[in-house]
């Protein structure tokens, strides 16, 4: 049953943006210094690269991220995400912290929002791939438009006007950059195995 579930198009892509909504929700209560992504400590303490993801500075941090997870479990559950973009999206979680290492001035990180940008990429990646190649690759470009608006090889910190914390756009970019790959990745890997099986059944 179990098993079954896991494999209902949509489940276990909302599965891992609950992960990451509980994860964040424990990690409020937590030192953010414990936890955040911290260039200095990538080698000693890899595991920040996951943890650091789940830190939030404020209310309103978590807020915004927490509606942006919000958004793309619905985007997931709409687009019907089967179980391998699911595993996309958790390979894409610690490498969009460590695509931070392209900036060391970035000294602490926290927050989902890189997250969220890979989260839309893969969804795109696999429309495009399912046919939907208007609707994914339009969703795409608009990503990918907003991201390099950010100008993401600029000033590695930006105070937006209405928030109380700065903004790391190269976490959007690496995001990004994460999402594509992880779900291409995925996708080859699927295409291999329905041909294996497919081989095998003829």
Known sequence: ????????PGWAWCAVAALLGLGSAIAYSVPAAALE????????EPWRAFSGALVH???MHMAGNAAGIVLVAA????ARAPWRLALAW????PLTQLGLLVQPEIAHYGGLSGLVHAAVAIICVYLIGAGHRVLGGAMLAGEIVKVLSEAPWGAPL???EGWDIAVAPLAHASGLIAGVLCALVAES???MLHR???GRAS
């Open 1 to 8: 049953m179990t098993a079954a579930l896991w494999r209902r």
């Open 37 to 44: 992504w911290q260039p200095g400590l990538a080698a000693s």
């Open 57 to 59: 500075y404020s209310t």
């Open 75 to 78: 985007l997931g559950v709409a």
């Open 90 to 93: 958790i390979a894409a979680w």
């Open 158 to 160: 930006r105070h937006p």
């Open 189 to 191: 890997l699927a295409r």
């Open 196 to 198: 294996r099986e497919h």
